[in-house]
């Protein structure tokens, strides 16, 4: 896969108008776009059909947990929406209904780990005895068993994901910041070359680019960087 391909520009806005202003400028240089909760509450859903529609990829990132119909169910429609890739929290029982939900589809079902704005405290105090890094591995080796197309984590546990879920799992890893940049309520980030290094297969990219002066300048200073990193 390319730099292009491997990137995920998150349109962290919240109106349409905004995403596809984001879209436009953005043009050839973007090809694959994440749609969390913020755009879906202001039409997102039917704007990442559009997307679809226009051969752009889209990372629906909706966190599904819930109990097993209701999961498959869920999944059986975003199948027919034509996505590319969908998060669920890493829950076994979960995990399993989508995978049977989904199985013969291209929808690359993806467990989320532990969130990249949560620390050792944060996880501690939600009720688990595992520190962060102990959980994504546990995570991740539960999302490998259930047959998912791959998982959501920090970079910082990449390369020991790697080594668990194998090379054809996705590992998505958001919390991504260039050198130098904000790094807003993410607590376990890495620069897109060290992530890619590390065992990353795709970049989660947001308000780096689209809150940029010139996001287009952003996001191809990025991809310059992820070539760079793959070349070496």
Not at 146 to 161: D, H, L, P, T, Y
């Amino acid at each position: 896969m390319s730099a292009r391909d491997r990137l995920i520009v998150g349109l962290d806005v919240p109106t349409i108008a905004e995403a596809e202003k984001v879209v436009r400028t953005l043009g050839e240089a973007a090809l694959f776009y994440k749609i969390g909760y913020q755009l879906v509450f202001a039409g997102g859903l039917e704007f990442a059909r559009d997307l679809a529609k226009d051969g752009k990829k889209v990372f629906l990132d909706m966190k599904l947990l819930d109990i097993d119909n209701t999961v498959a169910k869920g999944v059986e429609n975003i199948v027919k929406m034509g996505m590319s890739m969908l998060t669920l929290h890493a829950y076994p029982k979960a995990m399993a209904a989508a995978v049977s939900a989904a199985k013969g589809s291209d929808l690359c079902l993806l467990g989320v780990t532990v969130l990249t704005s949560m620390d050792a405290k944060d996880v501690l105090d939600a009720g688990y005895e595992y520190d962060p890094h102990t959980l994504v591995l546990r995570r991740a080796e539960q999302a490998r068993i259930a047959g998912m197309g791959g998982v959501v984590c920090s970079a910082e546990e990449a390369k020991a994901v790697r080594k668990i879920v194998g090379p054809d799992m996705a590992i998505v890893t958001p919390g991504i910041r260039p050198a130098g940049a904000d790094l807003g309520d993410q607590k376990r980030v890495m620069t897109p070359a060290d992530a890619l290094k590390a065992g990353s297969s795709h970049l989660v990219v947001a308000r780096p680019i689209v809150k940029a002066d010139d996001p287009l300048a952003a996001a191809k200073a990025i991809l310059a960087e992820m070539d760079g990193a793959l070349a070496a």
